[in-house]
Nanobody, 123 residues
Framework: QVQVVESGGGLVQPGGSLRLSCTAS????????MRWFRQCPGQQRELVAR???????EYADSVKGRFTISGDLAKGTVSLQMNSLKPEDTAIYYC?????????????????WGQGTQVTVTS
């Protein structure tokens, strides 16, 4: 089994900051990437930031310069530092882990999702 657990959401005023954390644990051979998504009511889930084992880091245009993803994929941990928050950042934020399970000779790739954490930006 693999578990993905997020923490760190909450209520903040516009211009404030929050830090989200995520840990993927369990029977994991390797973590190939971890991503943060968000979803507003009635809207599709959108990619916010991602970090890959290749070293690639990408952000949605709407958060560039304000959000920073960091972590240690070898440990299955990733964080999202969110600064200069805006009301439109309000959403449920989900962590996604892209992992290999099995052995080095027989491995399969899976994706797992956390339960989500609410971020609300309001005055």
């Amino acid at each position: 089994q693999v578990q993905v657990v997020e923490s760190g959401g909450g209520l903040v005023q516009p211009g404030g900051s929050l830090r989200l954390s995520c840990t993927a644990s369990g029977s994991i051979l390797s973590v190939e990437g971890m991503r943060w998504f968000r979803q507003c009511p009635g809207q599709q889930r959108e990619l916010v930031a991602r970090m890959a084992s290749s070293g690639t880091i990408e952000y949605a245009d709407s958060v560039k310069g304000r959000f920073t993803i960091s972590g240690d994929l070898a440990k299955g941990t990733v964080s999202l530092q969110m600064n200069s928050l805006k009301p439109e950042d309000t959403a449920i934020y989900y962590c996604n882990a892209d992992v290999f399970r099995g052995t080095s000779l027989a491995r399969l790739r899976y994706e797992y999702w956390g339960q989500g954490t609410q971020v609300t930006v309001t005055s």
